[in-house]
């Protein structure tokens, strides 16, 4: 079946620093591909998407590009801040089904 | 506010009751979708529903029903709970044909005690 494989956190970074977390994943055919952000008590919100391959989704300074030679979709930011302390999701789908997520990735910035 | 709705925020109820999830699900939305979190499990696709029919089911025990009403919300019902469904159970909501990604509620945290 479908599966995503985020790489395991906690990933602590200082302010100002740069921000990868890899995303792989496994599917038959081409998914759509998703990042989502969840903050302290709150739910999931949608960061950013691709919808095929060489796509790049981006938001807020994030960014991803849909690989399809490698399965990947990995998160960047140039420069992350405090706030964006939070949990994220890489996630794949197809049109009108269920999303199928990695196991989320703590990020924590430190002033 | 995302637009997807869901009541009650918490409940801390015995093992062995019943409990029940409400989603109201964004305007316009037809599909219904239902998330276990827990701590060890992450993200676990339950049920779901698209204009009031079951379209996909996951990950859900045969104690835990759904159903999408005329009106298009959702509820989840969980019966004879264990200390281990205690979690976080998110609704999420989309159109059903495109692929622009769900809109997902703040979620209900259960605690069985």
């Known amino acids: 079946g479908d599966s995503v494989t985020q790489m395991e956190g906690p990933v602590t970074l200082s302010e100002e620093a740069f921000l990868t977390i890899n995303c792989t994943y496994t599917a038959t055919g081409y998914p759509s591909l998703f990042w989502y952000v969840q903050y302290p008590g709150e739910g999931l919100q949608l960061l950013l998407k691709a919808t095929k391959a060489d796509d790049k989704g981006s938001n807020k300074g994030f960014e991803a590009t849909y690989r399809k030679e490698t399965t990947s979709f990995h998160l960047e930011k140039g420069s992350v801040q405090v706030s964006d302390s939070a949990v994220y999701f890489c996630a794949l789908g197809f049109a009108g089904n269920m999303l199928t997520f990695g196991g989320g990735t703590r990020l924590m910035v430190k002033p | 506010d995302s637009g997807v709705t869901q009541t009650p925020k918490h409940l801390i109820t015995a093992t062995g009751q019943r409990v029940t999830l409400r989603c109201s699900p964004r305007?316009?939305?037809?599909?219904v979708y239902w998330y276990q979190q827990s701590l060890d499990q992450g993200l676990q696709f339950l049920i779901q529903?698209?204009?009031?029919?079951?379209?996909a089911k996951g990950n859900i025990l045969e104690r835990f029903s759904a159903q999408q009403f005329p009106d298009l919300h959702s509820e989840l019902n969980l019966s004879s709970l264990e200390l281990g469904d205690s979690a976080l159970y998110f609704c999420?909501?989309?159109?059903?044909?495109?692929?622009?990604?769900?809109?997902f509620g703040s979620g209900t945290r259960l605690t069985v005690v």
């Open positions: 529903y698209y204009n009031g029919e079951e379209r």
């Open positions: 305007s316009g939305d037809l599909s």
């Open positions: 999420a909501s989309s159109s059903g044909q495109d692929d622009y990604g769900y809109t």
